[in-house]
Antibody
Framework: QITLKESGPTLVKPTQTLTLTCTFS??????????VGWIRQPPGKALEWLAL???????RYSPSLKSRLTFTKDTSKNQVVLTMTNMDPVDTGTYYC????????????WGQGTLVTVSS | QSVLTQPPSVSGAPGQRVTISCTGS?????????VHWYQQLPGTAPKLLIY???NRPSGVPDRFSGSKSGTSASLAITGLQAEDEADYYC???????????FGGGTKLTVL
């Protein structure tokens, strides 16, 4: 049974760096074909893909946010960590981590999401 | 403005069939990249409905189906039920952006 759970601050100030952790179970990020992604959703708006990390440590980032994002994995802890620098109020939203279905870019298991508010 | 265009809303009566379109371009759907569909009930995380054209994960009813033609894809829901009222998103990959892309979402209302 695959589960994922996001954790991190609920409130950050503008210009600060956001660090989100996704703790998962039911799969290993060292297994060939496995990937984990981050997707966010501003209140009342559409989903936006942020980043994807693969079992071989290959990383892909949204071009519009690439300069602000860093994605790392800790296979021994079954965790991935996303950092986003220079936070702005427009970055307010629910941040989800999700398991990539092998050999596709579909996300078949999602965390419950964590709401991050950017405000001074 | 999303790379994949979906109608903001669709509606249908219980038992009817509805379709939700997802229009892309030659750098995403038209280039042959897979299209996936998600259902998001209010206040919950998205749920994978259809992956790689028309494959359904375990537990998804066969009332849901996907298709693709040219630069567009569609999600069809038959035998509409009240529980189908949700937001629906399409997803693909765009080679010119080198990015996973989502549609703007469609709100389905069951009348």
């Amino acid at each position: 049974q695959i589960t994922l759970k996001e954790s991190g601050p609920t409130l950050v100030k503008p210009t600060q760096t956001l660090t989100l952790t996704c703790t998962f179970s039911g799969f290993s990020l060292s297994t060939s074909g496995v990937g984990v992604g981050w997707i966010r959703q501003p209140p009342g708006k559409a989903l936006e893909w942020l980043a994807l990390i693969y079992w071989d440590d290959d990383k892909r980032y949204s071009p519009s946010l690439k300069s602000r994002l860093t994605f790392t994995k800790d296979t021994s802890k079954n965790q991935v960590v996303l950092t986003m620098t220079n936070m702005d109020p427009v970055d307010t939203g629910t941040y989800y981590c999700a398991h990539r279905r092998g050999a596709t870019d579909a996300f078949d298991y999602w965390g419950q999401g964590t709401l991050v508010t950017v405000s001074s | 403005q999303s790379v994949l265009t979906q109608p903001p809303s669709v509606s249908g009566a219980p038992g009817q069939r509805v379709t939700i379109s997802c229009t892309g371009s030659s750098s995403n759907i038209g280039a042959g990249y897979d299209v996936h569909w998600y259902q998001q009930l209010p206040g919950t995380a998205p749920k994978l409905l259809i992956y790689v054209k028309s494959n359904r994960p375990s537990g998804v009813p066969d009332r849901f189906s996907g298709s693709k033609s040219g630069t567009s894809a569609s999600l069809a829901i038959t035998g509409l039920q009240a529980e189908d009222e949700a937001d629906y998103y399409c997803q693909s990959y765009d080679s010119s952006l080198s990015a996973v892309v989502f549609g703007g979402g469609t709100k389905l209302t069951v009348l």
